[in-house]
């Protein structure tokens, strides 16, 4: 199936995105709706959750995105394969994000990812970047005890405000492999945007977050 081409960069502040979406009913969206919940904030064209779902079949996973076609594209690919586990939602995590999560089964939402996001890089535009203060409060108020942050960027600069953001939150701990600031890998399984940027021999800045 060719790739469909969407514009990379899209507003979360335009008008046509600020409507909350109405959250599914999660019994018709995956087949066991208390098995633990891994969340991608930003899922793009849905591959990262492919392996993961198709890895881990005792969890749920829930990729968000704000270009529709991505969307559409990657549902067509999980409902081709049957899985019962996975689902992408269009919708835009600024005004959706807590409609979503208090409609879910209470204490199912145990991971969550940020992987790669719009960096945004004019400072009159750091209100369009996905980690803002609401989202973190948000993800505070939901996920469970223990439960895990994972963010990654090349950007150093947004790995590092995305850490600040977290880090603010007294609900997150920061976790350190001993080697240095960031993690030298993904604990969980590449994107297919980890992987350009590895070839290119360019930095990749990981962090782990867990709630207290």
């Given at each position: 199936m060719p790739l469909i081409r969407v514009r990379q960069h899209v507003n979360p502040l335009a008008r046509k995105f600020q409507t909350p979406i109405d959250p599914p009913i999660w019994e018709q969206v995956f087949s066991q709706t208390n098995q633990p919940l891994h969340m991608d904030i930003g899922s793009g064209r849905g591959r990262f959750l492919l392996q993961m779902a198709q890895r881990e079949l005792n969890w749920n996973f829930l990729g968000l995105e704000i270009?529709?076609?991505?969307?559409?594209?990657?549902?067509?690919?999980?409902?081709?394969?049957?899985?019962?586990?996975?689902?992408?939602?269009?919708?835009?995590?600024?005004?959706?994000?807590?409609?979503?999560?208090?409609?879910?089964?209470?204490?199912?939402?145990?991971?969550?990812?940020?992987?790669f996001p719009d960096p945004w890089f004019k400072s009159r535009h750091a209100k369009r970047r996905v980690v803002?203060?609401?989202?973190?409060?948000?993800?505070?108020?939901?996920l469970v005890v223990g439960g895990e942050v994972f963010i990654q960027s090349d950007q150093h600069f947004l790995a590092t405000?995305?850490?600040?953001?977290?880090?603010?939150?007294?609900?997150?701990?920061?976790?350190?492999?001993?080697?240095?600031?960031?993690?030298?890998?993904?604990?969980?399984?590449?994107?297919?945007?980890?992987?350009?940027?590895?070839?290119?021999?360019?930095p990749i800045y990981r962090a782990l977050f867990v709630k207290r």
């Open positions: 270009r529709e076609p991505l969307v559409m594209e990657a549902n067509r690919l999980a409902n081709q394969l049957d899985w019962q586990n996975l689902h992408y939602l269009f919708c835009n995590v600024n005004n959706s994000l807590e409609p979503i999560l208090s409609s879910l089964p209470t204490g199912v939402l145990q991971r969550v990812t940020i992987q803002q203060p609401q989202l973190v409060a948000h993800l505070a108020n939901y405000q995305m850490c600040d953001r977290l880090q603010e939150h007294p609900a997150f701990t920061r976790v350190f492999n001993g080697v240095g600031e960031w993690l030298s890998e993904n604990p969980l399984v590449p994107t297919e945007r980890e992987i350009a940027t590895q070839n290119k021999g360019e």
